[in-house]
């Protein structure tokens, strides 16, 4: 059908993705709705976009998913014949070790892609599959092959549904078993795909003829199409045949027709059978630490073979270093406290920035593999334990060369490493939280810079704790306060440590008097 006929509400309502409709959709005589987890892996779902991990090869991809989905006592070596199996059916083989790519960085083809995403539900076998608008985008020639492949999963003994709102090619529709043509939320014609033609009078010789016809920009009389047409044309300005048709008139027509009596009312008796599919799914069900582990080498795989945007990343540490150091190296011991808070600061930057982009940037992918049972906590849990890593080399790598360059530094290296990285991975929780919030990634990196700012202000450094009234209780929300109440027993310094004078001096207005502000958390002994 045309865009906007519903065609994508319908696929949701039959998938179960959207369960607000009236009436039932029955799998086998089984309610969906009712038994939704245990039909759902028989229900195999391709969204119209290619939602897909672009940094991973077509074999990585699908290896993956299948060990995400597949039975969790499914062997290695059975995994990898299966993604096997799925790259030949597909034909992907001669693109099974090539990166998927994205805009910015080429990889297959469209057409390949559009089977990779295909390929994505393939791997557990499921009885019926749907797919939206698996066409779109794609020239003749490569819709042609797609749909060729759809119909070899068909013979292969399941149901295949798909949408599309334009076929190029009549051969398209011949290899369709059936075309159910919606309009304005109507159905207009449910039969045979080669026969389609037969009903609403339109030649063969260009199929989209068929869809200019119900939207009132074709005129079958005189063969003459009125594409640019912004509106529907009541008559046709050659032959003043009537053009414009309600969705009403299509609908009534369709169902004067023998292929209303024969498709529709024929085929409304369902009978219920017994199915198995609930022990079936069960299998499927991989656990949670699983589920984990997965998560994390498909995670860590992705970070590595983005070579540009970790190398950003971890050169973050030894330019901020450095410039510590520079500034810092040749400062007395009394203004190391400076150091300790810039070196707060950065490692809840280094978590902050790792982390903002990580849910927002895959939430389609996510809220696929929601669908067939993947799990919040792995999800989530996977992603901190792999930040947490690059943290640890980012926050090691910020304390060696800090401590090399500033002679006056007290503490370890080892000390600071570990504040650093809890300080750090505490900033990563709030980064992934951001992304969670946030629907784009510029979004979710415009807010970073906003969420620093109070960790700056009420640390307790720009201004002493003191001097800040009413608002000193947000002092104890900000990661920055504990990282520096951390790293202060590690250094070892307290106020009379950087100033001897200020030891029985309470409060104080200059920048270390904080030192002096915070017994409670351990800066004095």
């Not at 779902?45 to 998913?65: A, C, G, K, N």
């Not at 005129?219 to 032959?239: I, Q, S, V």
């Not at 949670?288 to 795989?301: C, E, H, M, P, S």
């Not at 280094?350 to 799990?375: D, H, P």
């Amino acid at each position: 059908g045309p865009s906007g006929s519903g065609k994508t509400t319908l696929l949701n309502v039959v998938t179960g993705y959207d369960s607000g409709a009236t009436g039932q959709v029955r799998f086998g005589g089984v309610d969906l709705y009712a038994n939704y987890d245990a039909l759902r892996g028989n229900v195999g779902y391709v969204p119209q976009d290619d939602i897909i991990h672009r940094s991973l090869t077509v074999e990585q991809s699908l290896y993956y998913t299948a060990k995400l989905r597949l039975p969790e006592d499914t062997s290695d070596a059975e995994v990898r014949k299966r993604v096997d199996e799925v790259i030949s059916d597909l034909r992907l083989d001669d693109c099974r070790k090539v990166r998927i790519g994205d805009p910015e960085k080429r990889g297959i083809s469209g057409g390949q892609r559009k089977r990779v995403n295909l390929a994505q539900e393939l791997i557990t076998e499921p009885s019926s599959l749907f797919l939206d608008e698996p066409l779109s985008g794609l020239d003749p020639a490569t819709a042609e092959e797609v749909t060729e492949v759809l119909a070899e999963a068909a013979r292969g003994g399941r149901s295949v549904i798909m949408t599309t709102h334009n076929v190029e090619s009549a051969r398209t529709f011949d290899t369709l078993g059936l075309v159910l043509m919606l309009h304005e939320g109507r159905l207009v014609y449910y039969g045979p795909g080669r026969e389609v033609f037969d009903h609403f009078g339109v030649g063969r010789d260009y199929p989209p003829k068929v869809l200019f016809y119900l939207q009132g920009k074709y005129c079958p009389k005189c063969d003459k199409m009125f594409t640019t047409a912004p509106r529907p044309l009541e008559r046709c300005g050659t032959c003043g045949e009537t053009m414009a048709r309600s969705a009403e008139y299509w609908e009534q027509k369709f169902r004067e027709s023998h292929y209303y009596a024969k498709y529709v009312e024929g085929r409304m008796e369902v009978k219920s059978v017994k199915t198995s599919v609930g022990r079936k799914t069960e299998r499927q069900q991989v656990n949670g630490l699983r589920q984990w582990g997965i998560l994390v080498r498909r995670y860590a795989r992705m970070k590595l073979a983005d070579t540009a945007g970790t190398a950003v990343l971890l050169a973050q540490a030894p330019i901020i270093a450095l410039l510590i150091g520079l500034v810092f190296g040749d400062k007395s011991y009394e203004q190391m406290a400076g150091v300790l808070f810039i070196m707060a600061v950065a490692a809840i930057w280094f978590g902050a920035t790792n982390s903002c982009r990580e849910i927002v940037a895959e939430r389609s992918v996510y809220r696929r593999e929601r669908m067939v049972n993947l799990k919040i906590a792995p999800y989530v849990l996977s992603k901190a334990f792999v930040l947490s890593l690059f943290l640890l080399v980012q926050c090691l790598v910020l304390a060696v060369i800090v401590k090399l360059m500033v002679a006056e530094l007290p503490g370890s290296i080892l000390g600071y490493t570990v504040v650093l990285t809890l300080g750090g991975i505490a900033g990563s929780a709030m980064g992934l939280f951001i992304s969670a919030l946030l629907s784009s990634t510029e979004g979710a990196m415009g807010m970073v810079p906003l969420t620093l700012i109070p960790q700056l202000l009420f640390a307790g450094m720009v201004l002493p704790l003191p001097d800040l009234g009413a608002m000193r209780f947000l002092s104890h929300f900000m990661i920055s306060r504990w990282v520096l109440d951390a790293l202060s027993h590690f250094s070892n310094k307290t106020a009379a440590d950087l100033n001897p004078d200020l030891a029985n001096i309470p409060g104080g207005g200059d920048i270390v008097y904080w030192f002096k502000d915070m017994p409670t958390l351990g800066f004095i002994p």
